[in-house]
């Protein structure tokens, strides 16, 4: 994640992002021991941090380009901006959904061609990350859910902050926040159950557009604050009272599934969000090194890759492993693999990313000979 204003990433942001993706890894072993290993009762809240951190920064680009003066067509803009976010995390999602496929596939106990192809066609929602706009289910890989809500949520948004950036932000966007979050908080209690139908949408899609918004608006509140320089003592303030958040929000998911309360410690992430965005703590520079950096990275491997592990490896493993060792074998399979399955995520996603240009160069070049020897 970049820092405001400089070129460089936010490695606190990147820390707490992998932290988040780990404590999601460690609910979801409970699918393989049941209630003998409950950890986390409430990681589905470790979202809320992601929604966050994404409105913000969806935020700080529409800043760079109202600051750059950039006259282009809004729909222009927009959709260059959802191509960019695709692009942040399409290689990944898609092997992921490769993956997911195939290990769904293998844990299956009648393996037929036409089964493989029903699989197939039952997952098209999920692997178009069309489905919560309504259309397929999740099957495989559930947790890209919160990749489909983001899109949804961004593509209204973006257009509307752009065209009209100081009422949004300061007016509709706080109004329509609350009416949100008071619309679930009266009718479904909790945040959870993202795909959960609520007449016209998923319930994750009101959620995701609240607490984006919440991101937004925490990004006007950090800038406005920006230029306020803190003593040593202000700065030890702040970075007690940010990772003393955290530390209540993690306690709350240990021990909370989800209720009521989910609204008033949303605002409690938001503004420990604020904080990490702000690097006004003592610790600024503590994070940023190559390891945060890279943890950062790696989180999207580990959210997208771990729980289709959960749900199938019982099928896969025999009897004669304990709880403990199947623990273990989870945690490789989700995490380490290194040539197998994870790391493969992000090296053939980089090298897609790398070769995409090069590719499309040669392409179009292919093309532009075959067309001029056809007509000669």
């Known amino acids: ?15 707490l992002r992998f932290l988040f993706s780990l404590i999601i890894l460690l609910r979801h072993s409970s699918n393989i021991v049941g209630k003998r290993w409950y950890p986390f009762l409430g990681d589905a809240f470790a979202v ?9 920064l969806m935020m700080a680009s529409i800043h760079k380009c109202l600051r750059g003066g950039d006259n282009c067509l809004l729909r222009r803009e927009t959709v260059g901006f959802l191509t960019k976010k695709i692009k942040g995390f399409f290689p990944e999602m898609i092997i992921a959904w490769v993956l997911a496929l195939l290990i769904n596939y293998v844990a299956r106990e009648e393996k037929t061609i036409r089964g493989f192809l029903s699989m197939l066609m039952d997952g098209f929602g999920e ?23 983001m899109l949804i949520s961004m593509a209204i948004l973006y257009l509307l902050i752009r065209k009209y950036p100081d009422n949004m932000t300061k007016i509709i966007l706080p109004v329509a926040v609350i009416l949100m979050l008071g619309y679930l908080y009266q009718n479904y209690g909790t945040l959870r159950s993202p795909t959960q139908w609520i007449g016209f949408t998923y319930k994750g899609n009101i959620r995701a ?6 991101g937004v608006i925490g990004y006007e509140i950090v800038q406005h604050f920006s230029p306020v320089q803190l003593n ?25 599934s989800g209720d009521r309360r989910d609204y008033i410690f949303l605002f409690v992430f938001w503004f420990a969000v604020m904080c990490s965005f702000s690097q006004k703590g003592i610790e600024k520079n503590f994070f940023q090194n190559q390891v945060c950096f890279f943890l950062g990275k790696f989180s999207l491997s580990i959210y997208l890759c771990h729980i289709f ?7 896969l493993l025999t009897d004669i492993y304990s709880h403990a060792e199947k623990i273990g ?4 399979c989700s995490f380490f693999i290194p040539k197998r399955f994870n790391n493969s995520v992000m090296l053939v996603s980089t090298f897609l990313r790398k070769h995409t240009v090069s590719i499309k160069g040669r392409l179009k070049a292919f093309l532009y000979i075959q067309n001029f020897i056809n007509k000669g």
């Open 329 to 332: 074998i989870y945690i490789i």
């Open 48 to 56: 809320e941090f992601f929604f966050l951190v994404s409105g913000y």
């Open 309 to 315: 592990w959960a749900k199938n490896l019982n099928f």
């Open 209 to 214: 557009i609240s607490e984006i918004s919440l």
């Open 127 to 149: 692997g178009s990350l069309l489905f919560m706009a309504g259309i397929g289910s999740t099957t495989f890989n559930v947790v890209v859910w919160y990749l489909s809500s």
């Open 232 to 256: 040593k003592k202000g700065k030890v303030l702040i970075s007690d009272m940010k990772w003393c958040m955290y530390g209540v929000i993690i306690a709350y998911m240990w021990f909370r």
């Open 1 to 15: 994640m970049k820092m405001q204003g400089e070129n460089v990433r936010n490695g606190e942001i990147d820390f």
